[in-house]
């Protein structure tokens, strides 16, 4: 199954250079032929593992395509995939050949089939529901076939908008109940009123998606799903950028984002929150997660959400982005399956609220730091003053100036971001050495080194990882385990991201480009590789201890994707392990063993895999009392776990002496954002057993032993 995982970030790059290709004339007067030239080419000569353009990747890509244009299989019938067919094994001919026969056949027959779909939907929208009746809808595209009539089509449009409604009908029965209790003497409306009511708003919705979506997507755009779905072939992390999506690229690299403050990625027909910025709008709200799924989403001055499952993800965006101080309501299914009314105030969010923060906590008579780091970002223009691992030793040198005897950093939920300045970070922690390998297509590898020998810690350290712990988060953690520098606490293992990508500009590799913006090219250039020779690439980085989250048993890593490139191995680098001793394997064991007997984390765990059985629920009644008791039972199923957002830890943080100096004439609410993330790490059961193991080394650190070059 195609899964069209979306980065919606460049943060998750590892490198931003320039590719050097043999000199090659490119001359089309037809702008998608030159377009297909181009790729194909830089693919070719550009991508670190370029897969042969041969039978097998057409049917691939055939597949794939169709799956992308139609997943839901309520637009092309039977005799259209036979019509299409014929292709299956030509594609890679007709690219090669430059030739887009394919496409054409393709688009013009989804334009016929979009048409004819308007009619579809607002026919079964014209007509009562009958929610007494005992049908199920499955939402398992998997599961489907191609319909061979009209009528079947009908009726798949049928129960996949009554399941839509569904939804829509009980938050009005929810609504006019809510209504009641408040005034006794209100009039509640019929069933057949709300019914009513409930299809019109998935009629609004739905009449939205088409005219303000699909209807104005140019040919172009189209194009631009058919040369994704080429390249995506390769491996998951190169993607085509679009010239309109290269200019949303753009204005969020300029470094505001203007909206609720979360990053989104399509999977499937759902529409992900991957990432909260920290300091924005909904991460202040406190009420939505990583992981949670947006299904529809209302402006303050409509009547009716808007239905966003299944529609592409640039246009859900505009539906979800907005004006500062504009509210917008949504709709969140949440991993455990409840949904929820989440209304949010849009806001300016400066990318600056990503930057690293630092907290002194005491326990007992020790005083330990946290550093939180929610990527490695940089400012290539201006490197030497705005780059993560430069703040990092800020904070450590503030931490230090108020005691610190040992140091937590937090790199969950971190997708990565800049190669420079995460060996630059790890440099801050040891004398120094090697601390990543990079290795491109028939090349020598590159190691790249720690050359300062400064130390700004050189204490004992613990590092936070999880499952969403990525590309220069793993290059940190692999090198401190390696390094014996430090002990990793998290999941079982981290992301497996282990590739590098260039952003090429398709413009530059035209001398005079009379077409128009062609766009740009996320490549896949190079792998890299931990010290010890190993890759992190799907494996990730194993942590020392290994703690339950909530995504322990959920599909999110890098070998769930579709085209990942493979694990392999090269030869170590020469370097030196970290020169103090601890007890290394009784501090672990100590840790394994408390964790092993912590309430919180079993109840965590227990609650992971209720989720994930929730998420292989895929089979839905249609009949309103059956689903209805569904959602109540989940509802009730769901507060066994509300004890988790109530943990408390007897531990208190608090901002250093320089954040302090900064509250009294701040104008940016630092002082309400820190209190907030200082609440939430007194909640946090990962953090409180870092603080715990900081204790335990603390004892067993100031030992200097004997230093062994490693060599393989």
């Given at each position: 199954m195609?899964?069209?995982y979306k980065?919606?970030?460049?943060l998750?790059?590892l490198?931003?250079?320039?590719?050097?290709f043999?000199t090659k004339?490119?001359?089309n007067?037809d702008?998608?032929?030159?377009l297909?030239?181009?790729?194909?080419f830089?693919l070719e000569?550009g991508?670190f593992?370029?897969?042969a353009m041969n039978?097998?990747?057409?049917?691939e890509?055939?597949?794939d395509?169709?799956?992308?244009l139609?997943?839901v299989?309520?637009y092309?019938?039977?005799s259209?995939?036979?019509?299409?067919?014929?292709?299956?094994?030509?594609?890679?001919?007709?690219?090669?050949?430059?030739?887009i026969?394919f496409?054409n056949?393709v688009h013009e027959?989804?334009?016929k089939r979009?048409?004819?779909a308007?009619k579809?939907y607002k026919?079964?929208l014209?007509?009562?529901?009958d929610?007494?009746?005992?049908e199920v809808?499955d939402t398992?595209?998997?599961?489907?076939?191609?319909?061979r009539s009209?009528?079947e089509?009908?009726?798949?449009?049928?129960?996949?908008?009554k399941?839509?409604t569904l939804?829509?009908?009980?938050?009005?029965?929810e609504?006019?109940?809510?209504?009641?209790?408040?005034?006794?003497?209100?009039v509640m409306?019929?069933?057949?009123q709300i019914?009513?009511?409930a299809?019109e708003a998935t009629?609004s919705s739905i009449?939205i998606?088409f005219n303000?979506?699909?209807d104005d997507l140019q040919?172009?755009d189209?194009?631009?799903?058919?040369v994704?779905t080429?390249?995506?072939?390769?491996?998951?992390?190169?993607?085509y950028?679009?010239?309109?999506?290269k200019e949303d690229?753009?204005?969020?690299?300029?470094?505001?984002?203007e909206g609720?403050?979360a990053r989104l990625?399509k999977?499937?027909?759902?529409?992900?929150?991957v990432?909260?910025?920290s300091?924005?709008p909904?991460w202040r709200?406190?009420?939505l997660?990583?992981e949670?799924?947006?299904?529809?989403?209302?402006?303050?001055?409509?009547e009716?959400?808007v239905?966003?499952?299944g529609?592409r993800i640039?246009?859900?965006?505009?539906y979800?982005k907005?004006?500062?101080?504009?509210?917008v309501t949504l709709t969140?299914k949440?991993?455990?399956?409840?949904?929820?009314?989440?209304?949010i105030?849009?806001?300016v969010?400066e990318?600056v609220?990503t930057?690293?923060k630092s907290?002194?906590v005491n326990k007992g008579?020790?005083?330990?730091?946290?550093?939180n780091?929610p990527a490695f970002?940089?400012?290539f223009?201006?490197?030497k003053n705005v780059?993560?691992a430069k703040?990092v030793?800020?904070e450590i040198?503030?931490l230090k100036s108020?005691?610190m005897?040992?140091?937590?950093?937090?790199?969950?939920?971190?997708g990565?971001?800049?190669?420079?300045a995460?060996?630059?970070m790890?440099g801050l922690?040891?004398?120094?050495?090697?601390?990543?390998q990079?290795?491109?297509?028939?090349e020598?590898k590159?190691?790249?080194?720690?050359m300062?020998?400064?130390i700004?810690?050189?204490?004992p350290?613990?590092i936070?990882?999880?499952?969403?712990s990525?590309?220069?988060s793993e290059?940190?953690?692999a090198?401190?385990?390696?390094?014996k520098?430090a002990?990793?606490?998290g999941?079982?293992q981290?992301?497996g991201?282990?590739?590098?990508?260039?952003v090429?500009n398709?413009n530059?590799m035209?001398?005079n480009?009379?077409?128009?913006?062609?766009?740009?090219l996320a490549l896949?250039t190079?792998?890299?590789?931990r010290?010890?020779?190993g890759s992190?690439?799907?494996?990730g980085?194993?942590s020392d201890?290994?703690?339950?989250?909530r995504?322990?048993?959920?599909?999110?890593?890098?070998?769930?994707?579709?085209?990942?490139?493979p694990w392999?191995e090269?030869?170590?680098a020469?370097?030196?392990?970290?020169?103090?001793?601890?007890?290394?394997?009784?501090?672990v064991?100590?840790s394994?063993?408390r964790m092993?007997?912590n309430e919180?984390?079993?109840?965590?765990?227990e609650?992971?895999?209720?989720v994930?059985?929730?998420i292989?629920?895929?089979?839905?009644?249609l009949?309103?009392?059956?689903?209805?008791?569904?959602?109540?039972?989940?509802?009730?199923?769901?507060?066994?776990?509300?004890?988790?957002s109530k943990?408390q830890?007897?531990?208190?943080f608090?901002?250093h002496?320089?954040?302090?100096?900064?509250?009294e004439?701040?104008?940016?609410?630092l002082r309400e954002k820190?209190?907030r993330?200082?609440?939430?790490?007194?909640q946090?059961?990962y953090?409180?057993?870092a603080?715990?193991?900081?204790?335990?080394?603390?004892?067993?650190?100031?030992i200097k032993k004997?230093?062994s070059t490693v060599?393989k």
């Open positions: 195609k899964r069209n980065v919606l970030s460049l998750l790059l490198a931003f250079g320039s590719c050097s043999t004339k490119f001359s007067p702008k998608d032929k030159l297909v030239q181009i790729i194909t830089v000569q991508h593992d370029p897969i039978d097998e990747f057409s049917s890509l055939f597949s395509y169709i799956e992308v139609d997943p299989k309520r092309f019938y039977e259209d995939y036979r019509d299409f067919e014929k292709y299956k094994y030509f594609l890679d001919n007709q690219l090669k050949a430059t030739e026969t496409f056949v027959r989804m334009l979009i048409e004819e308007k579809i026919e079964v014209s007509e009562p529901f929610y007494t009746i005992d809808f398992n595209n998997d599961n489907r076939e191609f319909v009209r009528k089509m009908k009726e798949r449009w049928r129960k996949q908008l399941f839509s939804s829509n009908y009980d938050d009005i029965i609504q006019e109940k809510d209504a009641k209790e408040k005034d006794p003497s209100y409306k019929t069933e057949a019914e009513k009511e299809r009629l009449d998606y303000d979506n699909i040919r172009e189209w194009f631009a799903i058919y994704n080429i390249v995506e072939e390769f491996d998951p992390h190169t993607y950028l679009a010239p309109r999506g690229f753009d204005q969020r690299m300029s470094g505001k984002l609720i403050g990625q999977r499937m027909d759902y529409i992900k929150i990432e909260l910025i300091g924005g909904a709200s406190g009420k997660e990583v949670d799924v947006i299904l529809k989403v209302k402006q303050e001055d409509e009716f959400p239905n966003i499952v529609m640039n246009d859900a965006i505009k979800i907005g004006p500062k101080g504009t509210k969140i949440k991993v455990d399956g409840t949904i929820k009314d989440i209304v105030t849009r806001d969010v990318l609220e930057f690293a907290s002194i008579d020790k005083k330990f730091g946290v550093i780091l970002y940089v400012d223009k201006d490197y780059n993560a703040d030793k800020k040198e503030r108020e005691g005897e040992g140091l937590v950093l937090d790199l969950r939920n971190n990565g971001g800049s190669l420079p995460v060996v630059d790890a922690f040891i004398k120094e050495g090697p601390i990543v990079v290795r491109s297509t028939g020598a590159e190691v790249l080194k720690d300062d020998k400064s700004a810690w050189d204490g350290l613990v936070l990882v999880n499952e969403i990525a590309s220069a290059i940190m953690a090198a401190m385990q390696d390094y520098r002990i990793i606490i999941s079982k981290t992301y991201k282990g590739t590098v990508q260039n090429i398709l530059n035209l001398r480009n009379m077409s128009g913006d062609l766009g740009a896949t190079q792998k890299y590789y010290i010890n020779g992190v690439q799907l494996e980085v194993k201890v290994k703690v339950p989250g995504f322990s048993f959920i599909d999110v890593g890098e070998k769930d994707k579709d085209n990942p490139l392999d090269i030869d170590a020469e370097y030196t392990p970290w020169e103090y001793y601890f007890d290394y394997n009784e501090t064991r100590k394994k063993e092993v007997n919180q984390l079993k109840l965590i765990e609650n992971a895999k209720w994930k059985s929730k292989d629920e895929t089979v839905f009644s009949n309103y009392k059956t689903y209805k008791a569904k959602l109540d039972l989940n509802e009730e199923e769901s507060k066994k776990f509300d004890a988790i943990y830890t007897n531990l208190t608090q901002s002496g320089y954040e302090k100096s900064l509250f004439n701040d104008t940016t609410d820190r209190e993330w200082h609440k939430i790490l007194s946090d059961v953090i409180e057993e603080l715990n193991v900081l204790e335990d080394l603390k004892i067993s650190y100031p004997v230093a060599r």
